[in-house]
């Protein structure tokens, strides 16, 4: 709670400074100087996510699986991240079933419900299985998957403090992400849709100034004409396809109205 009202850039200095202080610490103890990179193993990651989120302005985070549990685990770090200004790249994975978890849908509508400015969060779905999180000096190349539940197999990886090897990295992922489809959400009300017997891309037509159409697939997803739904929205090109999708009870369309948004 006290983290939300303090200036990110103060929370990034005494984190730094922290590390700094440690690394001092332990060298007079050992004799040994700092290295730029750390093994870290299980448990390690934890800190070392709460570390790169509290201490970049701009981070990237692959995750080629998600699941509810663990997206739930990183959100507040997250969203302290992105309350204090910073900017987050999402690349996301292909394997994920919509039918099964709500993953995507709670990990979007948790942090673009946040978002100070429309590029703060840039998300995009492709085809994915390395696990990194790269900042603007730090790095973590790892086995481990911050997004999804990991199995009680042994975790490795490797986290940096380089400048120039995280700025290679981030320019590697940026850069093969316009092969990837972007990820948006969205809250809308359908005015209306097209005949689904088809079973094929359903059209519809919603009161959402940034996605007025949108489509579906009728053997996925159920989508009823009047009512108000949050969704996860595939976008390429000038086609949007609706990936994941929720009703929106009354109680939050009246929370909603009262607060404006």
Request: aromatic share 10%; charged share 30%.
């Amino acid at each position: 709670k006290l983290s939300a009202s303090v200036p990110k850039e103060a929370i990034a200095n005494l984190t730094e400074l922290k590390h700094k202080i440690d690394q001092l610490l332990n060298f007079f103890k050992t004799g040994k100087q700092p290295k730029e990179y750390e093994l870290i193993v299980d448990e390690k990651h934890d800190e070392v996510f709460s570390r790169i989120f509290s201490s970049e302005k701009v981070v990237l985070i692959t995750a080629p699986f998600l699941t509810e549990d663990a997206v739930k685990k990183r959100l507040p770090d997250i969203k302290r991240f992105l309350i204090g200004g910073g900017k987050l790249y999402l690349m996301i994975g292909r394997n994920w079933d919509s039918k099964k978890d709500n993953s995507l849908l709670t990990l979007l509508s948790s942090l673009f419900s946040i978002a100070k400015y429309d590029s703060q969060i840039k998300a995009f779905l492709g085809d994915l299985h390395h696990k990194v999180i790269v900042g603007e000096k730090l790095a973590v190349i790892t086995s481990f998957n911050f997004l999804s539940k990991n199995n009680r197999q042994k975790e490795v990886g490797i986290f940096v403090e380089n400048p120039e090897l995280a700025n290679a990295l981030f320019k590697t992922e940026t850069e093969d992400a316009n092969e990837y489809e972007r990820l948006s959400y969205a809250r809308f009300k359908v005015l209306s849709a097209g005949d689904s017997s088809t079973g094929r891309s359903i059209k519809i037509e919603t009161d959402c100034n940034e996605f007025p159409v949108v489509y579906y697939t009728a053997r996925e997803i159920s989508i009823e004409v009047g009512k108000h739904y949050e969704a996860a929205l595939i976008t390429k090109g000038n086609y949007t396809m609706v990936t994941a999708i929720k009703d929106i009870k009354f109680e939050e369309k009246q929370t909603l109205a009262e607060t404006g948004t």
